[in-house]
């Protein structure tokens, strides 16, 4: 059974692994790049699971959690370099969430 982590442990365990290379984060603007690249590879892998398009036979298997948690460790990457904290950003929009579209939406009826 996996270990659970925080945001924080995961956003700490990231710049570990950063920080031992001279390069350091790239560029938000890189990143960002690198982000919607990721992002890319998710909705291909989605499309071929989920959609119209089947792989050809020449294409690896990638599975659609692979891609999900590249783009992660991408979107970990940016908040670090930018010293933005995950947990707070969430916090942040799940209060917008339950505040604003708070009967946005239609809620199941509890029994």
Known sequence: MAVQKSIKELQAEVDTYISQF???YFSPLAMLARLTEE???LA???NHY???KPKKSSETEKAIEEELGDLLFVLIC???ALN???EEA???VM???NTRDKDRWTRIEQE
């Open 84 to 86: 933005i904290d995950l």
């Open 22 to 24: 001279k390069e350091g």
């Open 44 to 46: 291909r892998e989605v």
């Open 78 to 80: 940016m908040a670090n």
């Open 90 to 92: 969430h916090d942040y």
């Open 50 to 52: 989920y959609g119209e």
């Open 39 to 41: 992002l890319g590879e």
């Open 95 to 97: 209060n917008k969430f």
